[in-house]
């Protein structure tokens, strides 16, 4: 029998089927929505994964932070939103009796709109009150309910879409798994890399490994580059790039070094391939850089994140080096000499015994300085530095000590400096340096005997070769050290020149010797006088000078008078003929360092002779300049005669030119009438200079002649009157007035000749000219044939004496064999 339902009530069947499906349904849409997000999450850990690994194959790089954060948002907002939209928002959603009422009739059809009629009556709560009605209502309700007790729910779903879901899912979950187990570390890659975040998450699993570095300059060094922090290098040296590879990881076959430059002059980029070195180490040279870079290495499966960073920027350098100078007393220099002296060059030249300060201005702040010479090296760490920076930015060989070298052996000794010491050489903040200085011939003996004085002064020897090496803030050494020399000035002594004047080698014992010259010091003459020797004395004894020198750089010998001479007499000296004396004018200087230093002149050598020998001797000179005047006005009287000769040629040219139309004759015969003219004028131009010139030397000879009788003291009035009334001033004449007349006619009639006109004139006037100057020549020989008998006289008398002397010899000779013969 049926079951009975009240008025508008559902059977319990048609309820339980419907909650049946209900509950079907809610299953199936969290099931579904499950899987989906399953393999949504999954699918994008598959992405990720794979997308990590191709960018790691093609660049040997980790995945870009930013792409990964991006992937775990995308992963997270996907498990989210998948959530609430397949699940949590499918779950929600109110599923009515009716709704589940359509979803049976359409699925089942034997239900004949039963079932849907029911479930409407049921949410209705009413119905019609005829019996009739309401007896067709219970009739359909009961109906649906018989009918839904044998239906099917399995029949109501789509299990395809489900299916794919799970499949999908477990699939893609069996696969995680899989590669979990298989390789572990993959998937902790991933989490390392997509949930923590780190960056260098592939260099556990890369089997290649590089330690990329420079090797900087000076020693050699390696510096290690990190991408964190940028690398200083100095502009315009080479760049050398160096990579070791650690001893667990595998040698790339080939590695690449990937550079892009910036800088002033625009940006470029390029790769090369580094050259192997060794088994372990590759290595590529950037010639001269000159603008910032960015370096990239590649080798094997290792290739750096972010770009080593190279700032290239200026070497430290000496701008400007000046010496506060302190210069010996004797010197004079302090008093007027710039004591700040500024350095041009590569060189310096200071006195021996200076003291000074040198002062060095450098472009950049500096850790330290080194200072080398082939005596010491000095090596400062600047004070600002702390003692464990300074061990660790410094070479051990830029502490602050003084290293002295010996000379005779390869040993050393170091002195550590004092921090007063460094204080004073750094005196200047860092931007330059203070080095006491004192140039000294005795510095090597001084440096061995070093004991850190008081006052840090650094002797070093005259000629020295100084190195300079800098060390600055950026870690940069100078890439060439600056090079100074010191050249010290050792005084030397005097230098003393000196010429006789007026006296030969030969002289009376009544003679006063003049001397001219100059006596020279590079800081004064202190003292100066005369010295000398007679015979074979060793000994130099001395005589004063009639005018002292007082510290003169330059001093005159008698006076700064023109022709000035400071003469020396032999009288008080009382020789006896035939006696030998040397004489030579000796100067000290003022050297209280290392001298004084003393030096003389020309050493002249004299013979004592009698007023009459040398007289002849002077007669000798007379004899050869007489030969030589009659030569020369031999020579004169030809280049009149010459010139008398072309006087006819002259006319003779002349009248050639005022033919009309000459024939070819008359041409040639002009043509070698101008030539000899030419000719004449050269030859007698130049013969007259040569004349002239040796006239000249006649003049000085015989004035030298004069001045060495008066200074023998073997003259007389009437000598004397002879040799400047009958020789010298008519010489004078010829050579300051005669000589240049002459020479301007003939230049003249070249001129007048060379111009082609008529040149007669000139050569009558040159002519005239001419004959005047014989005319006083043979004046000043006949002087000079009378001086020749009274020479001749002097000479006879001479021989006498020599006779007589010959005889009184013999005598004495005879008394004394007699003597010892008896």
Known sequence: MAPTHSHNQLPDDVLSVLNDLRTRIRRYVLIEGASLVVVMICGLFWVSYLTDWAYFRMSRLELPGWLRSAFLILMLCSLVGGALTWIVARLMRRIRSRALALVLEKRFPELDDRLITAVELADSGEGDDSPLASAMQRRTITDAALVTRNLDLENVFDRRPLKRALVGAIMLLVSIAGLGIADASSVQRWYSAFVLGRDNYWDPFRRSALSVGVVAQPGDRFQKLTTDEEYRHPRGADLVVRVDVPEDKVVPEQVTLHYHTTGETGSSQGRVTMTQVGNRSFRHVLSRAMDDHQLWVVGGDFTNRRPYRIDVVDPPRIDGISLDCNYPAYTGMNAFADQM??????????????????????????????????????????????????????????????????????????????????????????????????????????????????????????????????????????????????????????????????????????????????????????????????????????????????????????????????????????????????????????????????????????????????????????????????????????????????????????????????????????????????????????????????????????????????????????????????????????????????????????????????????????????????????????????????????????????????????????????????
């Not at 007379?622 to 040629?649: K, M, P, S, Y």
Request: glycine share 6%; hydrophobic share 35%.
């Open 341 to 822: 002296v500024p350095v041009q060059g590569t060189q310096v030249s200071l006195p021996v015994g200076t003291r000074f300060v040198l002062k060095a201005g450098t472009n950049k702040a500096l850790l330290g300085v080194r200072i080398r010479s082939p005596q010491f090296d000095l090596s400062i760490a600047a004070p600002s530095i702390s003692e464990d920076q300074s061990t660790a930015e410094l070479p051990p060989s830029a502490s602050s000590q003084l290293v002295v070298k010996s000379e005779e052996s390869d040993e050393s000794m170091t002195y550590p400096l004092r921090e007063s010491d460094v204080q004073q050489l750094f005196a200047s903040g860092g931007s330059g340096f203070e080095l006491p200085l004192v140039v000294a011939t005795d510095a090597a003996e001084r440096l061995a005997n070093w004991n850190g004085s008081a006052n840090f002064e650094l002797p070093v020897p005259p000629d020295v070769p100084l190195q300079f090496e800098l060390h600055d803030t950026d870690d940069i050494w100078s890439a060439e050290p600056t090079r100074l020399t010191i050249n010290g000035i050792v005084d030397l002594p005097p230098v003393v020149e000196t010429r006789l004047r007026g006296i030969g080698r030969s002289i009376t014992r009544l003679a006063r010797i003049p001397v001219e010259g100059t006596i020279s010091d590079d800081y004064g003459v202190s003292t100066a006088r005369f010295g000398y020797r007679v015979d074979e004395a060793e000994a130099y004894e001395y005589a004063d000078l009639s005018q002292v020198p007082a510290g003169q750089k330059s001093f005159p010998l008698g006076g700064a008078e023109p022709q000035g001479t400071e003469p020396f007499n032999v009288r008080p000296l009382e020789l006896s003929l035939g006696q030998k004396l040397i004489l030579s004018v000796f100067a000290e200087d003022a050297d209280d360092i290392s001298g004084p230093h003393e030096s003389h002149g020309e050493l002249y050598t004299f013979r004592v002779v009698s007023n009459e020998e040398l007289l002849a001797i002077l007669y000798d000179k007379e004899l050869n300049l007489r030969l030589r005047f009659e030569q020369i006005i031999t020579e004169v009287t030809e280049a009149r005669d010459d010139l008398a000769a072309h006087l006819e040629v002259s006319r003779e040219a002349q009248g050639l030119r005022g033919v009309e139309q000459p024939t070819d004759d008359q041409r040639a015969l002009l043509d070698q009438a101008n030539t000899s003219l030419a000719v004449c004028a050269d030859r007698r131009l130049q013969s007259m200079r040569k004349n002239h010139t040796e006239t000249r030397s006649i003049e000085e000879s015989f004035a030298e002649i004069r001045e060495e009788m008066v200074n023998n003291r073997v003259d007389t009035s009437t000598a004397l009157e002879r040799i400047d009334d009958g020789i010298l001033t008519p010489l004078h004449q010829i050579n300051e007035f005669d000589y240049p007349e002459v020479d301007q006619n003939i230049a003249l009639f070249r001129l007048v000749h060379e111009g082609g006109e008529d040149s007669a004139a000139e050569i009558q006037t040159a002519i005239r000219n001419i004959d005047t100057m014989l005319d006083r020549m043979q004046g000043i020989l006949t002087e000079m044939q009378r001086r020749e008998t009274f020479n001749e006289i002097v000479k006879l008398y001479q021989a006498l004496l020599e006779k007589e002397q010959e005889l009184h010899n013999r005598t004495k000779k005879s008394h004394i064999d007699s003597l010892f013969g008896e």
